[in-house]
């Protein structure tokens, strides 16, 4: 039988399934008819040994004749090795934008201890794709060439250099996840990470540590300003929650996000301590927390509907920045100042109080990185038995605000022993 309109448009339906009805002149080339009524071409045939077939188009569209021609061509390509469910997933695979794999990414990766990506982590990857590849973001990543990398990572140095390095960093990332990810017929859509010019130029631009912290000798004015702008019936409450935050971190050391993320169910007044289920490192842990700091907990409101130690100023969520009363901070300490700095501060007062370093890391949640002490002899998980720790770094830079505050008392240099009036 050869297929023609009218052989076609007769063929009968089937009650259940689908029937297929061949034509005799080009083999391989039939028609399906399903319990609908619908009619499509088709073309089928082997390649590599596995059976494949095709919808050509449905009877109505496309003539016969038209069916019979690509048919044709679509027996030549299987003959020819043409895989064309390879085929399709290479022309899905080639269309996939830099936004597509961002938020399969997002969605899919796991840490190396098996959880998902953090929700920092997740909104740097947002930010970069929006303002530093925002006009790559939704076209095809097979579409991304060294050149372009080259050329995009120059104009972002002008502009921030460390900056620069984390958007690539990411984009990296991304890429490498996209040539894993996306390989049809086992052939990756990128044969090579075009990040590579500048990583394996190794064009990076160079990292300076920041070290910035309040002066020791400032230290005691900042902590009586932080008090008076939290107890103040003249600040409003959100400035108050402000000033709270910035106090809480300035006595434990933590990140700007593990203190603004903090719920109350995370907080043991009783036992004077408090809980990161999802740190930076993603190792959870229990920190103690100092009589001062307990002190500015126990003092916060609770806001029905909110669980959040430090809530916005609407209803729902966390504070998302202490502005205002950072630089307020910086006026009194005489440079610019930013929350992190205050870890860096509690940190640096650790040291001068003489604290090993390793206790340190372990009270500030910092990644041992190798350090086999620390990661097999050493309990990292409840750090409560460091409470005196804390303590001592707490009562000491309240005690600079009791110095500051005494209009007899002048601190002398650093270095020197002992205070003059």
Known sequence: MKLTKSRVEAFPIPAAGQAFYWDDELRGFGVRVTPSGARSYIVQGR???????????????ITCDEARKKAKAALVALDDGVDPQVEKKRTESLAVTLRDVAEVYCRERRTSKGGELTARTKADISKHINKAFCDWANNPVANITRDMCSARFSELSAKGPVQANQAFRILRALLNYARESYRPGGVP???ENPVSVVSGKKMWNPSVAKNTRIPPEKIGAVWNLLQERRTSDAVLPIGQTGADIIVFILLTGCRWSEAAELTWDCVNLSCGSWHLHDPKNHNPVELPLSSQALAILEARPRIDGNGHVFPARGKDG????ARYTMQEVSKVAGLHLSPHDLRRTFIAVGI???????????????????????DHYTETSDLRYLSGEAGKIAAWIAHQGEIAAADNVVQLPIGKSKTAA
């Open 47 to 61: 390649v590599a040994g596995k059976t494949r077939r095709v919808t050509l188009g449905a009877h109505g569209r």
């Open 189 to 191: 859509i990128l044969l």
């Open 318 to 321: 966390h504070i998302k920045d």
């Open 352 to 374: 001068a109080n003489k604290i090993e370093m390793w206790k340190l890391k372990l009270l500030t949640n910092h990644i041992s990185k190798g350090d086999v002490t620390i």
